[in-house]
């Protein structure tokens, strides 16, 4: 499977959490991974990233609340999302990069809204 999928977006309330993930069969070994949002009417913004070799990336924004992992056995990429805002509300989603033919794919998101 080369489009990765997303799944465990939902509604919760400020302050909450969340855990999203990201899945396709062999991608977490061989491709960069990572995580975008886009709110309604807003341009696309990156979130997070992890490499091949587990090194990871956050936006400033979401800095020291979120945090992206991988469990390569289950080729799947975590972000968990903690202290969410109002603002937070979007469609995530996964992104795939690297030199391999099948990296380079937009998953097709999971959404999230936060209630105040």
């Known amino acids: 499977q080369v489009q990765p999928v997303e799944s465990g977006g939902g509604s919760v309330q400020a302050g909450g959490s969340l855990r999203l993930s990201c899945t396709g069969l062999?991608?977490?070994?061989?491709?960069?991974m990572a995580w975008y949002r886009q709110a309604a009417g807003k341009q696309r913004e990156w979130v997070s990233s992890?490499?091949?070799?587990?090194?990871?990336a956050y936006g400033a924004s979401v800095k020291g609340r979120f945090t992206i992992s991988t469990d390569k056995a289950k080729d799947t990429v975590y972000l968990q999302m903690n202290s969410l805002n109002s603002e937070e509300t979007a469609l995530y989603s996964c992104?795939?990069?690297?030199?391999?033919?099948?990296?380079?794919?937009w998953g097709q998101g999971t959404q999230v809204t936060v209630s105040s």
């Open positions: 992890i490499s091949i070799d587990g090194i990871t």
């Open positions: 992104k795939t990069s690297g030199s391999s033919w099948w990296c380079g794919y």
């Open positions: 062999g991608l977490t070994n061989s491709c960069n």
